[in-house]
C-alpha cells in the first residue's frame, strides 16, 4: 500500500514570496491533515479535512494561509506571503475516519530567508 | 492547550526501562502515540481509547488513567531502534475532537 506522498520535499523562498505545497493521501482515506512543525517542537493541527470539508482550521493563519481539497482526495496547502516564522517543516497525515491512526507523509521543509 | 510531557529528554543504556508521561488539562476520549527520528515523520505507536485496555507494541506498552487526564509510555529493555522523539497526541472530548501534541520526549538509547 502506498504511503503519504508530499511534494516538494524542500523549497527555499524569500519573505514575501508565495509557495504551495501537495499532498496525495493513502487511498480511501477520509480524513486529511495538514500540520506545522517548527524544530524542537511537536507537530501543531494546521487544518483538518474530512472528504473535501473543513472539519477545523482553528489554527490556520488565515490571512495568509489557505489550503483546499479537490475532489476529497489531493489536498494542497499555499502560503502567500510567506513570513521568516513560517520556517518549519509541513506535514500532511491522511486516516481513515476522524481519531484514528495517522499515517504522515515524508514532510516539506521550507526555509524563508 | 498543549499537554505536558515528562521528562523533556532521557539518555539510557541498551536494556535499561523508561518511563515517559502525557498530561492534559482537557478531558480526554483518547490518547495516541507516536515516535519520530531525526529528519523523519512520524510513525504511529499505539492507540489508547478511554475506558479500553492497556495497549502494547513490541516492548512498548502505554496506559490511559481517564481521571487523571493522563497517559504513560513504558519502553522495557530498550534497544538502539527505540532512540527518537515521542510525542503523546491526546484527542479531547467533546464536540472539535482534536488531536493536540505534546512538545515531546527526546529519548536516546546507547550501546
Known amino acids: 500500500e502506498a504511503g503519504v506522498a508530499q511534494s516538494p520535499r524542500y523549497k527555499i523562498i524569500e519573505k514575501r514570496q508565495s509557495v504551495a505545497f501537495w499532498c496525495n493521501p493513502i487511498s480511501g482515506h477520509a480524513t486529511l491533515y495538514w500540520y506545522q512543525q517548527i524544530l524542537g517542537q511537536g507537530p501543531k493541527l494546521l487544518i483538518q479535512f474530512q472528504n473535501n470539508g473543513v472539519v477545523d482550521d482553528s489554527q490556520l493563519p488565515k490571512d495568509r494561509f489557505s489550503a483546499e481539497r479537490l475532489k476529497g482526495v489531493d489536498s494542497t496547502l499555499k502560503i502567500q506571503p510567506a513570513k521568516l516564522e513560517d520556517s518549519a517543516v509541513y506535514l500532511c497525515a491522511s486516516s481513515p475516519r476522524s481519531q484514528e491512526t495517522q499515517y504522515f507523509g515524508p514532510g516539506t521543509r521550507l526555509l524563508v530567508l | 492547550q498543549q499537554p505536558v510531557q515528562s521528562p523533556q529528554a532521557v539518555i539510557l543504556r541498551e536494556g535499561e526501562d523508561a518511563v515517559i508521561n502525557c498530561s492534559s488539562s482537557k478531558a480526554l476520549y483518547s490518547v495516541h502515540w507516536y515516535r519520530q527520528k531525526h529528519g523523519e515523520a512520524p510513525v504511529f505507536l499505539m492507540i489508547?481509547?478511554?475506558?479500553?485496555e492497556q495497549k502494547g507494541h513490541e516492548k512498548i506498552s502505554a496506559s490511559f488513567n481517564e481521571k487523571k487526564q493522563q497517559s504513560s509510555l513504558y519502553l522495557t529493555a530498550s534497544q538502539l531502534s527505540y532512540s527518537g522523539t515521542y510525542f503523546c497526541g491526546p484527542f479531547s472530548s467533546g464536540s472539535a475532537r482534536q488531536l493536540t501534541f505534546g512538545s515531546g520526549t527526546q529519548l536516546t538509547v546507547l550501546p
Open positions: 489508547l481509547l478511554k475506558g479500553g
